[in-house]
Every structure is written in C-alpha cells, then in structure tokens.
C-alpha cells in the first residue's frame, strides 16, 4: 500500500500532475525566493536605523519610507505572481487528473462498477481531487517558503552571531520527528474519514433515487438512522483528525520558546559582557521573533499534506489499479451473425449457484431464437454474455467462429443492438439519446422515432428532437422510454438484435404498434428474444426453454407442443392467463 512508500515518492507520484506549465513554477519559484530573502531585510533594516537613525545627519530621513515601502512592494507583487502562477498549476494538474481517472472509467473492467458506487466515484472525481489538490500544492508551497525563509533567516542569525545560532540546531530535527510521527496517525485517519464520507454520501443518493419508495413504505425515519449513525461516526472521526493535527502546533512551538527563550538570555549575558550594539541586539532579537512564523508554518504543514496525499491516492489507485477491459485484436465492421455457445458456465460469484450450466446453443445467421423459462433461470445471463457484460469461467462463445475474448470491444459491441427492461436514458437530447455515440443525423433520428412509434410523444415537445429528456428521462413513461431504446437500436442497425424484455412496460396498444417496428429491425438480422408473450415467443424459428441455468428444451413451437414438455406446461398457463383476461 501507498503508506509504505517515502512521504518523498508519495508526493513525487501524486505530483508529476502538477509539474506544468513550467513556466508557472518557475515564475512562482523566483517569487518565492524573492520573498524569503527579503524577510531577514526587515531586521536588517533596524540596525542602522537604531544604531545611526537617532544621531543627527547620520543618514537622510527619505530613505526610511524609500527602503520600507520599496521592500514591501516587491514582497507583495511576488506573492501576488506566486499565488496566481501556482493556482493556475494547481488547476490544470487538477484537470489532468480529473480527465485521467474519468478515461479510467470508461475503459476498466466492468468489476469496478460492482465494487464502487456511483457516490463514491463521484467523490473521488468531484470532490477528493478538488480538495487533495489545493491541499497538496499549498503544503509544499509553503514547505518551500517557509523552509526558504527559515534558512534565510537562520543565514542572517548566523552571520550576526553563530555560536547563538547552534540553538536552533536541537530544534529543528525535533520537529522533523515529531511531524513524521503524527502524520502518520492521520493517514489512517483520514482513509477512515474517506470511506466513512462515501458511506454517507450514498445514503443520500440512495434517498434521492427511491424518494417514492421510502415515503410509500415509511422508512424515513430509518434512512435517517443510518444517516444520524454514519453521520456521527464521520464526526468522531474528525474529531480524532482534529485532535491529532491539533497537538502538533502547540508542541512545536513549545520547543520554540524553550530555544527562543535560551538564545536570548544567552544574547543578553553576552552583549553585557561584549558590549554588543543596541542595534545589532534589537536586529537579532527581531530575527530570531520572525523565526517563529515559519516554524509555526512547517508545524502545521504535516496535516493538511497528509489529507492532500491521501485524497490525491485515492484518485491515483483509481487510474493505477482498476484493471483495464481486456478486449481481443480480432476486428470486423459487420458480423454475419453466428453465435456459438459452447458448454458454457456462469457464476456471479464462487459462493452462488451457477447463473448459466453447460449451456450450448448455435444461432444461424439470421435466425430469431426465442427463450423461455421462468425468472430467475438465466434468459438475462445468456444474452448479456454475447457483449461481454458477463465473464464466463467455462466453455466458449463464439461470434463468426472468433471466440468473442479474441474480438476487439470495440468492433464486438458494434455487432449488438440490444433493448431491455430497464432503459437507461443520458441527460441529453432526445436526439443524443438515440443516436447515442454517435453524431445525431436529424433525419434518420426522426425516421427511428417515428418507427418506434414515439410521434405522438415527440408531439408533445416543444424542441422536438432537441429537447432534453432529463435527469434519467424521468419525465417519460415506461412505455415510452422502451421506445426509445428500441428507436435506439432502430438507429444502430447492427448485425445481431438482443430483446430482453422488450416491450414489457408497453400496453397492448403500443404493443402492437412497435411489434410492426421490430419486425423490421429484425429483417435478415440474428436475433435473440426473451419475451413473455405467446405472439413474439410462436413467431420464433426455434424456441430454447431454460430452467436454473440450463436448457431443457429446444425445437420450434409446433414440435415442442407434440413433445408436451416444460415448454407445453409453460404455454397452457399462459394461454389459460390470456384466456382470463
Ligand atoms: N449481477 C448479479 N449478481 C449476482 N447474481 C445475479 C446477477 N444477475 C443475475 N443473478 C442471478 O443469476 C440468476 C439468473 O438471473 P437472470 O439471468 O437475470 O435470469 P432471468 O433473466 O431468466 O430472469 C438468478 O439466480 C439471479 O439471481
Ligand atoms: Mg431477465
């Protein structure tokens, strides 16, 4: 894990992010360096002005207000470049990162969409990245500063008086360990902190998603214990966040006064003895005061980098190790259409009962295969294993005698148009939504909508086409969002039809209408349909029947009716069920 490696190579990993513009680093480089040296200047200024200022026509008068207001001036213009060249390092490193990890998720294996939600994702990309980045580059640019302006200062002391200057040597290893320590404290702490924000993070998206099923089931009050339960666990984490940070400060500046505290006796034993100048006293006692500023900085800097690293990781694991979909190098624009399925063998995990038993079943060509069989006996698996949706650990499946693992993604899913129960619908237009991933053709767009029946609804938009359907189409039906899937697929026109379900949340009416629509998406096309009505399943070349994951039966209507099997059973209660109704 990330917490083994050097504090040095977590920030360098995190880092190579940030490192452009150059030219921004450089510019804020300079600027840092500029107003680093120019803070011993301020001490240094008061010693003529004590030792010379308060004798007559030792120097003129101007050049106190010349040499203060200049100082100042270049002090403030640096810090103004520095700011503004490292804010804009830190938001194209952010940037960077940010479209990194979203390319990641468009490209990893499908897993990670089981093992994440969408709430913690969003954390990660949204706001874990937002806030590791300031977090990050403020630290070490005030690492560096301070670090610079301690040094400068430290430099100054030294040359005033360098057997008092020793002192701070016993000082500054004592930070470095005590920083070491406490940082590493609250990196588990801030993991704790991350997880325990995505936990919370998803209630909420949980009770945005199934508003009407918490009201209908009165579950409120319990979406708002776990809520109240995470919520104070969050809190108490932070409380532990804020109590380790918290000690560091005051314990770093106690080892500033104790060292403070020795110079200055040891300054003013010495200048009794010496007779050092009231100027060169006040100098010094000034800079070593200034000192304090920036190990109070350096003190604080631990907490907020180890928060910034650890935000930053998380995104960084995410785009180092999230596998990436594995696809073959076999390519072809169009299919024609033979599916092999070999002895094949699905689980969804090793402790579940097999989703899919040796399952073998050849589709020619052109061919309309139907499958029926109760829910739960694998129809869904079997179609979602031809696009490689589902990973199977036994057997083969073959598409034009290719095993689909040697077929490109790419060029594999172009070969499917599928229409399923649940129809997922982008925040877009009507017109993105169908011709999703593709450049929308107006015409054709209109032509797919009109097919699947959906002109009476296009009726109702004022855009037409162009209107956005919303956060998931929430403004449409059931019924009218399966026609747009199936406008969708009109669209695609690819070699292989998959209907799962297809029209299972239209009425009979529509029903009918886009039946005329499907009939033809499936001219000369192969086509694999899970129905639950009699029409589509008697239309079928052949009709496979399955139950718990195997296939029992196979033949066309007219023979599995002569054999009075599972299918038979099957088509009597469905018959018996039109009947009532
Ligand atoms: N994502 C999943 N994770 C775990 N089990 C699953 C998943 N999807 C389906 N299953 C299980 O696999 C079996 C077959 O499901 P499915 O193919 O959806 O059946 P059908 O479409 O015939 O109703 C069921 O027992 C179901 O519970
Ligand atoms: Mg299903």
Redo the contacts with the bound molecule.
């Keep these: 894990m990330s917490a083994h490696l050097s504090l040095i190579a977590r920030v360098k990993r995190s880092g190579k992010y940030f490192l452009h513009p150059t030219s921004a680093w450089i510019a804020s480089l300079l600027c840092i360096v500029l107003v680093s040296i120019s803070e011993p200047m301020i001490p240094a200024l008061l010693q003529p002005l004590l030792d010379q200022g308060f004798q007559q026509n030792s120097f003129p008068i101007w050049m106190v207000p010349l040499s203060l207001v200049g100082l100042f001036a270049v002090r403030g213009i640096s810090l103004f470049i520095g700011q503004v060249a490292v804010a804009k390092a830190t938001n194209l490193g952010m940037l960077k990162l940010r479209l990194a990890m979203f390319a990641r998720l468009q490209d990893a294996d499908l897993t990670l969409y089981?093992e994440q939600n969408a709430s913690s994702l969003g954390n990660t990309l949204v706001y874990e990245v937002n806030n590791g980045s300031q977090l990050l580059v403020n630290s070490c640019m005030s690492l560096l500063r301070d670090s610079l302006t301690l040094v400068a200062l430290v430099g100054y002391l030294l040359y005033l008086n360098w057997q008092l200057s020793l002192i701070l040597a016993i000082l500054l290893p004592s930070v470095a360990l005590l920083m070491k320590v406490m940082s590493k404290r609250l990196y588990g702490l801030t993991r704790n902190n991350q997880s325990a924000t995505d936990a919370l993070a998803y209630v909420v998206e949980e009770s945005a998603m199934a508003y009407r099923e918490i009201r209908l089931h009165s579950a409120q009050s319990m979406q708002q214990n776990r809520f109240a339960q995470l919520g104070h666990m969050l809190s108490r984490i932070n409380m532990k966040m804020t109590v380790a940070g918290a000690g560091i400060t005051p314990l770093t500046q106690l080892f500033s006064a104790i060292a403070l505290s020795a110079v200055i006796s040891v300054a003013l034993i010495q200048s009794q003895e010496s007779g050092m100048t009231v100027g060169s006293f006040a100098s010094f006692v000034t800079a070593m005061l200034m000192l304090v500023a920036p190990i109070k900085h350096l003190s604080e800097v631990a907490g907020p980098m180890t928060r910034g690293l650890a935000a930053l990781e998380r995104g960084l694991e995410l785009i180092e190790k999230t596998p990436i979909e594995q696809g073959g190098t076999f390519r072809a624009k169009h299919a024609k259409g033979l599916i092999e399925i070999r002895q094949v063998a699905?689980r969804?995990?090793d402790d579940?009962?097999w989703?899919?038993n040796e399952v073998d079943l050849t589709i020619q060509p052109g061919e309309t295969v139907a499958?029926v069989?109760?829910?739960?006996?694998?129809?869904?698996?079997?179609?979602?294993l031809l696009p490689r949706f589902?990973e199977w650990s036994r057997g083969e499946v073959l598409l034009d005698g290719v095993s689909i693992r040697d077929w490109h993604l790419d060029d594999l899913r172009q070969q499917f148009a599928i229409v399923s129960q649940n129809v997922v619908v982008l925040n877009e237009s009507l017109a993105v939504n169908v011709a999703l991933g593709q450049a929308p053709d107006e015409e054709k767009v209109l032509k797919c909508l009109m097919a699947a029946n959906l002109g009476d609804y296009l009726k109702t938009l004022p855009d037409q086409i162009h209107a956005m359907v919303g956060h998931n189409a929430s403004s449409m039906s059931g019924g009218q969002r399966q026609r747009l899937a199936i406008a969708r697929a009109l669209y695609k026109d690819a070699p292989i039809l998959i209907l799962?379900?297809a029209t299972s949340a239209l009425d009979n009416e529509s029903e009918r209408m886009v039946q005329d629509a499907l009939r033809q998406l499936q001219r000369g096309k192969t086509t694999l349909v899970?129905a639950h009505r009699l029409s589509t399943i008697e239309a079928a070349d052949r009709i496979v029947v399955?139950e718990?994951?195997r296939i029992v039966e196979m033949g066309t209507h007219a023979s599995l009716l002569v054999a009075d099997g599972a299918y038979a059973a099957l088509f009597k209660i469905k018959q018996s069920g039109l009947a009532e109704s």
């Design positions: 089981k699905v969804y995990q579940l009962p989703a899919l499958l069989g109760s829910s739960g006996s694998g129809k869904s698996t079997l179609a979602n589902v799962d379900e899970i399955m718990k994951g």
